[in-house]
């Protein structure tokens, strides 16, 4: 079935560093891919999207990247700041019995320390 | 203020129990969808619905039950045939079929 693959696990950078997370997807038909922030005791919210016909997105600090070939999508974040500490989660959509469902990736715990 | 409102918050059961979680949403959202969350696994979807009257299992339906009766209320009802009903459990809401999921602050339940 569907899958989404996600890496790291966990995450530790200094404040001011940049922080790579990256995904894979298997199913070829995926046009949507959304990243997710979730804080502690918190449900996720969108922090960016991207769908298959661009490659990449810019919103201030936070990137994503998209290589369709290779079915792999990346979160950039710029210049961390301890309030980005946080799990993140990448998605990707995908057909199943008629509708359309996000499949997520097993998360990211993003540490930034000051 | 617009959003999605879960209730319990934090829920203890003992085994054997059903017991019921709430979702309301007043974002006049059609599509409402119920993901569970596992340490390590992510999200994954238990049942979704795409307008009132309607909806379709997920990855793990099994051992779960809900409805759709209204518009803005989604009710997951977590049964006794559910082997392993101890996780936090999110409900969410999206205009369309695909696009920004808005999620609710998500119910913790613990089986005694």
């Known amino acids: 079935g569907e899958n989404v693959e996600q890496h790291p696990s966990t995450l530790s950078v200094q404040e001011g560093d940049s922080a790579v997370i990256k995904c894979t997807y298997s199913?070829?038909?995926?046009?949507?891919f959304p990243w997710y922030k979730q804080e502690l005791g918190k449900g996720p919210q969108l922090i960016i999207d991207?769908?298959?016909?661009?490659g990449e997105k810019k919103d201030q600090r936070i990137a994503v990247t998209l290589n369709k070939t290779a079915k792999h999508f990346s979160l950039h974040i710029t210049e961390t700041q301890p309030e980005d500490s946080a799990v993140y989660f990448c998605?990707?959509?995908?057909?199943?019995?008629?509708?359309?469902?996000?499949?997520f990736g097993a998360g990211t715990r993003l540490a930034v320390h000051p | 203020d617009g959003g999605i409102t879960q209730s319990p918050k934090y829920l203890f059961r003992k085994e054997g129990q059903n017991v019921t979680l709430s979702c309301e949403q007043n974002?006049?959202?059609?599509?409402m969808y119920w993901y569970r969350q596992d340490p390590g696994q992510g999200l994954r979807l238990i049942y979704y619905?795409?307008?009132?009257?309607?909806?379709q299992k997920g990855d793990i339906a099994e051992g779960y039950s809900v409805s759709r009766e209204k518009k803005e209320s989604f009710p997951l009802t977590v049964t006794s045939a559910q082997k392993n009903p101890t996780a936090f459990y999110l409900c969410?809401?999206?205009?369309?079929?695909?696009?920004?999921?808005?999620f609710g602050e998500g119910s913790r339940l613990t089986v005694l």
């Open positions: 969410a809401s999206s205009i369309g079929v695909i696009g920004e999921l808005f």
């Open positions: 199913d070829s038909a995926s046009n949507y």
């Open positions: 991207i769908r298959s016909n661009v």
């Open positions: 998605a990707a959509s995908a057909l199943s019995g008629g509708y359309n469902k996000l499949i």
């Open positions: 974002l006049n959202h059609d599509a």
């Open positions: 619905s795409q307008i009132v009257n309607d909806f």
